[in-house]
C-alpha cells in the first residue's frame, strides 16, 4: 500500500476537472444536495463526506485506505453504484476516484463557480508568434500534440465566411470583388470592419438573442392569440448596431423601467420580462399562472445568463449543483412583483403596454423629430406669451350620425347613406379593437359622420387606412399625406373646421398590415390655459397649440415651422403600436417557497429576493429589486455571466462553444476545451467596457477562424476540440432563406414592423389551432412584405413556419441557447420544392438570364451570389448538363415551362423565353440546394 500511495500521490487528479463531474454523473443522484435523509452519505461536500456514519466515513482522513467509499466501489456483493442504477463506474473512474481518495480526499469548487482566473495571460514568446492572443491559447494545445494551424482558409471563402457569421447574407460580388482585389496587409479587418457597420449586423444578431429569450409573435398558450411585443425584437436589433454595451444591454432588458428617468428605449426593453408563454384559459388559475410565469422567467434566465439548468430546484434542492430549493424561489422575487395579470385575457396588449414607433425606420424619425421639438420649444421658452388664450367655444364641438360601410372595391365610389351601417361613436370618435380590422388590399371601408362646431377651429382627426384612404369635408377632398412608413397604417391630420354643421367622409383603404378601424377626433385646447400652466403641458400639447393657424400663436414667425413638425410627428404617433413592457407594483407580492412547486403549497415565512450564494452576494448597495439583480450579474465579482455570453458568441461563429454543453455550465455540463483562453475572454470582455462588437471583431480576425475548414488527415479530432481547422456546418434555417431572397434580387430591405407571413401550406394554423383563436386563420401577406428578412416572420409559437421547423428552428415556448443541426431527406425535398423555394429560383433565374449574356458567365455569376467563387471544372460540367436537359425536356413540353414560370401579367416583356426561364429555374434550384450555397466552411 505504501508504494501505491506514493505512485498515487504523484499522480494526484484534478478534483475540480476529473472527479467532481464523476461523483455528479454517477453518485449525486441518491448521495448529492437534495439527499434526504440527513443521516444518509453525501458526497458535495468535504465536510459531509468525512463525517462519521457510526464507526466508518465515506473518506476517512485518519486512514484514507480504509475509506468507505474505496471499500463499496470494489464490493462485489453490495457495490455502488447498486448493480441496478443507470449509471455504472467504468474502470477507469474507478482508478481516478481510487487515486483521488488516496492522495487526500480534498474538495476544490466547480471550475465555472470560481471567478475567472489572469494568470494564465499569452507570453510575449507568443504574441510575437500570434499577434491575436486567441490564437496564442489555441497554439499552446495544439503545440503540446505537436501540431499546427491548418492553412488559411482562400480569401473568397473568408469574405464568405466572415460574411454569413456576422449579417447572415454572403457579400454582394461588388463588394466580394473590391475585398478580392485590396492587397492591403489589413484587407481582411477593414471587410470585418465594414460587416461589423452593416444594418444586417444587427439583424442577424439579434436572431440568437430571440431564441435564447424564446421570442414570439402570439401567447404560447391555448388560444395562442396574437400580442404585440415586435417593438422589442427591432429594440435588440438597435441595441446591437449601436454597439449598446452589454452590461446595459442586460440591464436595461431587466430592470429598464426602474433606471432614473427611464426613457422609451429602456421600457422598451423590459419586454424580456413579459417574454414568458400566457394564457386566459376557462378555468384557469390566476395563482396557479402567477407561480407558472415566474417559474419560467427565473428558468430562462437562469439559462441565458448563467449557464444553468434551474428546473430542478423548483421542486427540491439541485440534484447535482449547489443551489437549494430556498434560493430559487428567492430569485423568483425578483420577478413577482411585476404588475401584469397573471392571465393574459387573450388580448393583443395586456398592461402594462407602451406606445411606441412601428419599426425601425418611424423610430428614427420620430427620433429625429423629437430632438427636433425639444429643441425648438427650448428656444421659444422666454419667448411664448404663454397668456394668450383662444375664443371661447375652440376645444369643443359634437359629432352624430356615425354610419360604417361593407367592404367594397377601393375604387368604388362613396356608398349610398341608406346601406351604410349604424356606428356607435362619441365626439371623440371610435375604436373597434384588434378583432374588427379593415379588409384586404384593394378593398375598403367607408365611415361617414356629421359635425357640429360653435366656433370656427382646427381639429385633429386621425383614422385607419393605408396610403390609398380619403378624407372628403362637406365633399371637398382633403390632402391625406402618407408617410415614408412601409407598414402605413394611419392617418393623422389637421383639418380647419367652419362654425356650423358638417359633413365628414372617410375611406379606409386596406394596410398591408392587419390594422383595428379607428376614428378619432381631438384640440390641442381642450385643456384651457386655466386648468394647466404652459409649463404643466405635455410637449405635443405644447407643439400642436403652437401649430395651430387659427389659435392665438398665429402670427408667430415660427408658427409654420411648429405647424410642419407637427403634422410630421402626428402622422408618425399615429403609427404608433403597444408592446408589453414590465413595471412593479407599489405593494411587492409575497414570495413562499412552495413545496414540491404546487402552487397552493406555500411553506414557510415569506422570503426576501435573494440570489445563489455559490456564485457571489448581492452587491451591497445594489437594491432588491430588478435592478439590483441585474447589478450582481454584471459585476466584476460574478463568475458566470460573462464566460456564459463569451461561450454563445464563440458557439455562433465557430459552430460549438468552447463549453460544448453552452445551456449548463454546471456539475452536469461538459468542461470547457480551452478553459484558460475561456477564462482571458470573459475578463477582456468586462475589462472593454463589455463591448461585444470588440469581442466578435477580436474572433472573427484571429487565425482560429481564419483556418481552412478541410478535413485534416493528420489530425484525429473528429469533434475540432482542437479548434485544428476552421468552422464548418450547415446554415440555419432563416439564413437558407435570406440567402434565396437576396441571391434573387427580391429580398425586401425594410426593417422592424409587425411580422410578416409569406407562403405556408394551407390548413396548418386552423389544425393547430383553438376554434376561438385569432390566429387559427393564416392569411399571407399580398404585397413586398412578404420578402423580408427572416428574422420578420410572424411566430406563432404552436406552429412555426414549416421550413423554420424543418431546418431545426425551435418553437420558442423555451429558451433555445443551441439549435439542433439535423440532415433529412424531407429537408432536400423542401429546398428543391417547396413554394418559397421556386419563386427564389425563379427570381434568380430571372436575374442570371438579365444580368449575364452567356450560358458560361451565367454559371459563374450563379455559383459568385451562392458560394463566393465561380464554379468549379466537375460543377460547371454537371451544371451544363443539367441546363442542356432542362432545356430540352422543357422545348419538348412548353406547358411544363409555363406552369414552373408562368406569364405575369402587367409586367414588361422579358428578354428571354419561359424555356429559358424555366431551365434556369431548375439550375437556380439545385444550386442553391447543394453543399456549394447551404454550408457555412
Same mark, same amino acid.
Request: aromatic residues 8%; negative net charge; contains cysteine.
Given at each position: 500500500?505504501?508504494?501505491?500511495?506514493?505512485?498515487?500521490?504523484?499522480?494526484?487528479?484534478?478534483?475540480?476537472?476529473?472527479?467532481?463531474?464523476?461523483?455528479?454523473?454517477?453518485?449525486?443522484?441518491?448521495?448529492?444536495?437534495?439527499?434526504?435523509?440527513?443521516?444518509?452519505?453525501?458526497?458535495?461536500?468535504?465536510?459531509?463526506?468525512?463525517?462519521?456514519?457510526?464507526?466508518?466515513?465515506?473518506?476517512?482522513?485518519?486512514?484514507?485506505?480504509?475509506?468507505?467509499?474505496?471499500?463499496?466501489?470494489?464490493?462485489?456483493?453490495?457495490?455502488?453504484?447498486?448493480?441496478?442504477?443507470?449509471?455504472?463506474?467504468?474502470?477507469?473512474?474507478?482508478?481516478?476516484?481510487?487515486?483521488?481518495?488516496?492522495?487526500?480526499?480534498?474538495?476544490?469548487?466547480?471550475?465555472?463557480?470560481?471567478?475567472?482566473?489572469?494568470?494564465?495571460?499569452?507570453?510575449?514568446?507568443?504574441?510575437?508568434?500570434?499577434?491575436?492572443?486567441?490564437?496564442?491559447?489555441?497554439?499552446?494545445?495544439?503545440?503540446?500534440?505537436?501540431?499546427?494551424?491548418?492553412?488559411?482558409?482562400?480569401?473568397?471563402?473568408?469574405?464568405?465566411?466572415?460574411?454569413?457569421?456576422?449579417?447572415?447574407?454572403?457579400?454582394?460580388?461588388?463588394?466580394?470583388?473590391?475585398?478580392?482585389?485590396?492587397?492591403?496587409?489589413?484587407?481582411?479587418?477593414?471587410?470585418?470592419?465594414?460587416?461589423?457597420?452593416?444594418?444586417?449586423?444587427?439583424?442577424?444578431?439579434?436572431?440568437?438573442?430571440?431564441?435564447?429569450?424564446?421570442?414570439?409573435?402570439?401567447?404560447?398558450?391555448?388560444?395562442?392569440?396574437?400580442?404585440?411585443?415586435?417593438?422589442?425584437?427591432?429594440?435588440?436589433?438597435?441595441?446591437?448596431?449601436?454597439?449598446?454595451?452589454?452590461?446595459?444591454?442586460?440591464?436595461?432588458?431587466?430592470?429598464?423601467?426602474?433606471?432614473?428617468?427611464?426613457?422609451?428605449?429602456?421600457?422598451?426593453?423590459?419586454?424580456?420580462?413579459?417574454?414568458?408563454?400566457?394564457?386566459?384559459?376557462?378555468?384557469?388559475?390566476?395563482?396557479?399562472?402567477?407561480?407558472?410565469?415566474?417559474?419560467?422567467?427565473?428558468?430562462?434566465?437562469?439559462?441565458?445568463?448563467?449557464?444553468?439548468?434551474?428546473?430542478?430546484?423548483?421542486?427540491?434542492?439541485?440534484?447535482?449543483?449547489?443551489?437549494?430549493?430556498?434560493?430559487?424561489?428567492?430569485?423568483?422575487?425578483?420577478?413577482?412583483?411585476?404588475?401584469?395579470?397573471?392571465?393574459?385575457?387573450?388580448?393583443?396588449?395586456?398592461?402594462?403596454?407602451?406606445?411606441?414607433?412601428?419599426?425601425?425606420?418611424?423610430?428614427?424619425?420620430?427620433?429625429?423629430?423629437?430632438?427636433?421639438?425639444?429643441?425648438?420649444?427650448?428656444?421659444?421658452?422666454?419667448?411664448?406669451?404663454?397668456?394668450?388664450?383662444?375664443?371661447?367655444?375652440?376645444?369643443?364641438?359634437?359629432?352624430?350620425?356615425?354610419?360604417?360601410?361593407?367592404?367594397?372595391?377601393?375604387?368604388?365610389?362613396?356608398?349610398?347613406?341608406?346601406?351604410?351601417?349604424?356606428?356607435?361613436?362619441?365626439?371623440?370618435?371610435?375604436?373597434?379593437?384588434?378583432?374588427?380590422?379593415?379588409?384586404?388590399?384593394?378593398?375598403?371601408?367607408?365611415?361617414?359622420?356629421?359635425?357640429?362646431?360653435?366656433?370656427?377651429?382646427?381639429?385633429?382627426?386621425?383614422?385607419?387606412?393605408?396610403?390609398?384612404?380619403?378624407?372628403?369635408?362637406?365633399?371637398?377632398?382633403?390632402?391625406?399625406?402618407?408617410?415614408?412608413?412601409?407598414?402605413?397604417?394611419?392617418?393623422?391630420?389637421?383639418?380647419?373646421?367652419?362654425?356650423?354643421?358638417?359633413?365628414?367622409?372617410?375611406?379606409?383603404?386596406?394596410?398591408?398590415?392587419?390594422?383595428?378601424?379607428?376614428?378619432?377626433?381631438?384640440?390641442?385646447?381642450?385643456?384651457?390655459?386655466?386648468?394647466?400652466?404652459?409649463?404643466?403641458?405635455?410637449?405635443?400639447?405644447?407643439?400642436?397649440?403652437?401649430?395651430?393657424?387659427?389659435?392665438?400663436?398665429?402670427?408667430?414667425?415660427?408658427?409654420?415651422?411648429?405647424?410642419?413638425?407637427?403634422?410630421?410627428?402626428?402622422?408618425?404617433?399615429?403609427?404608433?403600436?403597444?408592446? !408589453? &413592457? @414590465?413595471?412593479? +407594483?407599489?405593494?411587492?407580492?409575497?414570495? /413562499? %417557497?412552495?413545496?414540491? #412547486?404546487?402552487?397552493?403549497? $406555500?411553506?414557510?415565512?415569506?422570503?426576501?429576493?435573494?440570489?445563489?450564494?455559490?456564485?457571489?452576494?448581492?452587491?451591497?448597495?445594489?437594491?432588491?429589486?430588478?435592478?439590483?439583480?441585474?447589478?450582481?450579474?454584471?459585476?466584476?465579482?460574478?463568475? !458566470? &455571466? @460573462?464566460?456564459? +455570453?463569451?461561450?454563445?458568441?464563440?458557439? /455562433? %461563429?465557430?459552430?460549438? #462553444?468552447?463549453?460544448?454543453? $453552452?445551456?449548463?455550465?454546471?456539475?452536469?455540463?461538459?468542461?470547457?476545451?480551452?478553459?484558460?483562453?475561456?477564462?482571458?475572454?470573459?475578463?477582456?470582455?468586462?475589462?472593454?467596457?463589455?463591448?461585444?462588437?470588440?469581442?466578435?471583431?477580436?474572433?472573427?480576425?484571429?487565425?482560429?477562424?481564419?483556418?481552412?475548414?478541410?478535413? /485534416?488527415?493528420?489530425?484525429?479530432?473528429?469533434?475540432?476540440?482542437?479548434?485544428?481547422?476552421?468552422?464548418?456546418?450547415?446554415?440555419?434555417?432563416?439564413?437558407?432563406?435570406?440567402?434565396?431572397?437576396?441571391?434573387?434580387?427580391?429580398?425586401?430591405?425594410?426593417?422592424?414592423?409587425?411580422?410578416?407571413?409569406?407562403?405556408?401550406?394551407?390548413?396548418?394554423?386552423?389544425?393547430?389551432?383553438?376554434?376561438?383563436?385569432?390566429?387559427?386563420?393564416?392569411?399571407?401577406?399580398?404585397?413586398?412584405?412578404?420578402?423580408?428578412?427572416?428574422?420578420?416572420?410572424?411566430?406563432?409559437?404552436?406552429?412555426?413556419?414549416?421550413?423554420?421547423?424543418?431546418?431545426?428552428?425551435?418553437?420558442?415556448?423555451?429558451?433555445?441557447?443551441?439549435?439542433?443541426?439535423?440532415?433529412?431527406?424531407?429537408?432536400?425535398?423542401?429546398?428543391?420544392?417547396?413554394?418559397?423555394?421556386?419563386?427564389?429560383?425563379?427570381?434568380?433565374?430571372?436575374?442570371?438570364?438579365?444580368?449575364?449574356?452567356?450560358?458560361?458567365?451565367?454559371?459563374?455569376?450563379?455559383?459568385?451570389?451562392?458560394?463566393?467563387?465561380?464554379?468549379?471544372?466537375?460543377?460547371?460540367?454537371?451544371?451544363?448538363?443539367?441546363?442542356?436537359?432542362?432545356?430540352?425536356?422543357?422545348?419538348?413540353?412548353?406547358?411544363?415551362?409555363?406552369?414552373?414560370?408562368?406569364?405575369?401579367?402587367?409586367?414588361?416583356?422579358?428578354?428571354?423565353?419561359?424555356?429559358?426561364?424555366?431551365?434556369?429555374?431548375?439550375?437556380?434550384?439545385?444550386?442553391?440546394?447543394?453543399?456549394?450555397?447551404?454550408?457555412?466552411?
Amino acid at each position: 500500500m505504501p508504494l501505491l500511495k506514493a505512485k498515487v500521490m504523484a499522480e494526484k487528479p484534478d478534483f475540480a476537472r476529473e472527479i467532481l463531474p464523476i461523483l455528479s454523473d454517477k453518485c449525486f443522484v441518491c448521495h448529492g444536495p437534495d439527499t434526504k435523509n440527513e443521516k444518509e452519505l453525501r458526497l458535495d461536500s468535504r465536510e459531509a463526506a468525512t463525517r462519521d456514519l457510526g464507526g466508518y466515513r465515506a473518506i476517512d482522513p485518519s486512514n484514507l485506505a480504509a475509506s468507505e467509499v474505496l471499500h463499496r466501489i470494489h464490493d462485489s456483493g453490495d457495490p455502488m453504484p447498486p448493480v441496478d442504477a443507470d449509471r455504472q463506474l467504468t474502470a477507469a473512474e474507478k482508478q481516478l476516484i481510487e487515486a483521488w481518495i488516496l492522495s487526500g480526499g480534498d474538495y476544490a469548487r466547480h471550475w465555472a463557480f470560481l471567478k475567472p482566473e489572469r494568470s494564465s495571460q499569452p507570453t510575449e514568446a507568443e504574441l510575437q508568434l500570434h499577434e491575436n492572443p486567441i490564437d496564442a491559447f489555441v497554439a499552446r494545445q495544439l503545440t503540446s500534440r505537436d501540431l499546427s494551424f491548418a492553412e488559411e482558409a482562400p480569401r473568397h471563402v473568408l469574405a464568405r465566411r466572415a460574411s454569413l457569421s456576422l449579417t447572415g447574407l454572403p457579400p454582394d460580388p461588388v463588394s466580394l470583388a473590391r475585398f478580392l482585389a485590396d492587397t492591403r496587409p489589413d484587407a481582411y479587418e477593414r471587410w470585418v470592419d465594414q460587416l461589423l457597420e452593416h444594418p444586417a449586423y444587427g439583424e442577424h444578431q439579434a436572431r440568437y438573442w430571440l431564441d435564447a429569450i424564446r421570442y414570439g409573435d402570439t401567447h404560447g398558450l391555448h388560444l395562442d392569440n396574437r400580442r404585440g411585443i415586435y417593438p422589442f425584437r427591432d429594440w435588440v436589433v438597435r441595441a446591437f448596431n449601436n454597439h449598446l454595451p452589454f452590461d446595459q444591454f442586460i440591464t436595461w432588458q431587466l430592470a429598464g423601467d426602474l433606471m432614473e428617468n427611464a426613457t422609451m428605449e429602456q421600457q422598451i426593453a423590459t419586454g424580456f420580462v413579459r417574454m414568458n408563454p400566457s394564457t386566459a384559459e376557462g378555468g384557469a388559475i390566476a395563482d396557479e399562472f402567477q407561480a407558472k410565469n415566474n417559474f419560467d422567467r427565473v428558468e430562462t434566465f437562469g439559462t441565458v445568463f448563467l449557464g444553468m439548468s434551474m428546473v430542478c430546484a423548483r421542486c427540491h434542492n439541485h440534484k447535482y449543483d449547489p443551489i437549494s430549493q430556498q434560493e430559487y424561489y428567492e430569485l423568483m422575487g425578483f420577478f413577482n412583483s411585476t404588475s401584469e395579470s397573471p392571465l393574459d385575457g387573450n388580448a393583443y396588449g395586456y398592461g402594462p403596454v407602451l406606445r411606441v414607433p412601428e419599426n425601425q425606420q418611424s423610430w428614427d424619425r420620430w427620433q429625429t423629430q423629437s430632438v427636433a421639438r425639444s429643441s425648438l420649444l427650448t428656444e421659444l421658452a422666454q419667448d411664448i406669451e404663454v397668456s394668450r388664450r383662444p375664443k371661447q367655444g375652440i376645444g369643443s364641438w359634437e359629432t352624430s350620425s356615425w354610419r360604417l360601410s361593407a367592404s367594397q372595391g377601393i375604387d368604388n365610389p362613396q356608398p349610398n347613406l341608406d346601406a351604410m351601417e349604424e356606428l356607435k361613436a362619441d365626439r371623440h370618435g371610435f375604436a373597434a379593437g384588434d378583432r374588427q380590422v379593415l379588409p384586404e388590399l384593394g378593398q375598403a371601408r367607408w365611415v361617414y359622420f356629421e359635425l357640429d362646431s360653435p366656433e370656427t377651429q382646427t381639429l385633429w382627426v386621425t383614422f385607419s387606412g393605408g396610403p390609398d384612404s380619403e378624407l372628403l369635408l362637406d365633399g371637398n377632398p382633403v390632402s391625406v399625406k402618407t408617410a415614408q412608413s412601409a407598414d402605413l397604417r394611419n392617418h393623422s391630420l389637421s383639418l380647419l373646421i367652419a362654425q356650423g354643421q358638417h359633413k365628414v367622409w372617410i375611406k379606409m383603404a386596406a394596410s398591408e398590415v392587419p390594422t383595428e378601424r379607428r376614428v378619432s377626433l381631438g384640440s390641442a385646447w381642450e385643456s384651457g390655459e386655466t386648468e394647466l400652466g404652459w409649463d404643466q403641458l405635455d410637449a405635443a400639447v405644447k407643439l400642436k397649440r403652437l401649430a395651430d393657424r387659427l389659435g392665438p400663436y398665429a402670427d408667430h414667425p415660427r408658427q409654420q415651422e411648429a405647424s410642419s413638425l407637427a403634422h410630421a410627428m402626428a402622422m408618425e404617433e399615429a403609427n404608433f403600436t403597444t408592446t !408589453l &413592457v @414590465a413595471t412593479d +407594483l407599489k405593494k411587492p407580492r409575497s414570495t /413562499r %417557497l412552495l413545496h414540491r #412547486g404546487e402552487y397552493d403549497q $406555500p411553506v414557510g415565512d415569506p422570503l426576501n429576493p435573494g440570489v445563489l450564494a455559490i456564485m457571489g452576494d448581492l452587491p451591497s448597495e445594489a437594491p432588491k429589486n430588478r435592478l439590483g439583480l441585474a447589478q450582481w450579474l454584471t459585476s466584476g465579482e460574478h463568475p !458566470l &455571466v @460573462a464566460r456564459v +455570453l463569451v461561450n454563445q458568441l464563440w458557439l /455562433r %461563429l465557430f459552430g460549438e #462553444g468552447l463549453v460544448r454543453t $453552452p445551456e449548463d455550465f454546471g456539475l452536469q455540463g461538459q468542461q470547457p476545451t480551452h478553459p484558460e483562453l475561456l477564462d482571458w475572454l470573459a475578463l477582456k470582455f468586462q475589462d472593454s467596457g463589455w463591448d461585444f462588437q470588440e469581442l466578435t471583431r477580436l474572433m472573427v480576425t484571429s487565425r482560429t477562424f481564419r483556418q481552412s475548414a478541410a478535413w /485534416r488527415q493528420d489530425v484525429s479530432d473528429p469533434e475540432n476540440k482542437l479548434l485544428a481547422r476552421g468552422p464548418s456546418y450547415r446554415l440555419d434555417a432563416e439564413v437558407l432563406r435570406d440567402m434565396g431572397l437576396w441571391a434573387g434580387g427580391i429580398l425586401d430591405g425594410h426593417m422592424g414592423g409587425e411580422g410578416v407571413k409569406p407562403f405556408q401550406p394551407a390548413g396548418m394554423w386552423l389544425a393547430m389551432a383553438h376554434p376561438a383563436s385569432n390566429t387559427k386563420q393564416y392569411q399571407q401577406d399580398l404585397s413586398g412584405r412578404v420578402y423580408r428578412r427572416s428574422l420578420y416572420v410572424y411566430w406563432k409559437r404552436t406552429s412555426p413556419h414549416p421550413m423554420m421547423t424543418l431546418f431545426d428552428a425551435p418553437s420558442r415556448e423555451t429558451s433555445c441557447i443551441r439549435r439542433s443541426r439535423t440532415n433529412t431527406p424531407l429537408q432536400s425535398l423542401g429546398l428543391l420544392n417547396e413554394s418559397q423555394r421556386l419563386e427564389m429560383a425563379r427570381a434568380l433565374g430571372s436575374r442570371l438570364l438579365k444580368d449575364r449574356w452567356t450560358d458560361e458567365s451565367r454559371l459563374d455569376y450563379l455559383f459568385t451570389l451562392l458560394a463566393s467563387r465561380t464554379a468549379q471544372p466537375a460543377e460547371r460540367q454537371a451544371c451544363l448538363e443539367l441546363l442542356q436537359a432542362s432545356m430540352d425536356r422543357y422545348k419538348e413540353s412548353p406547358e411544363d415551362a409555363l406552369a414552373l414560370v408562368p406569364q405575369q401579367m402587367g409586367r414588361d416583356p422579358q428578354p428571354f423565353t419561359a424555356v429559358e426561364h424555366a431551365a434556369w429555374t431548375q439550375l437556380a434550384a439545385t444550386v442553391m440546394a447543394s453543399d456549394a450555397a447551404i454550408l457555412l466552411y
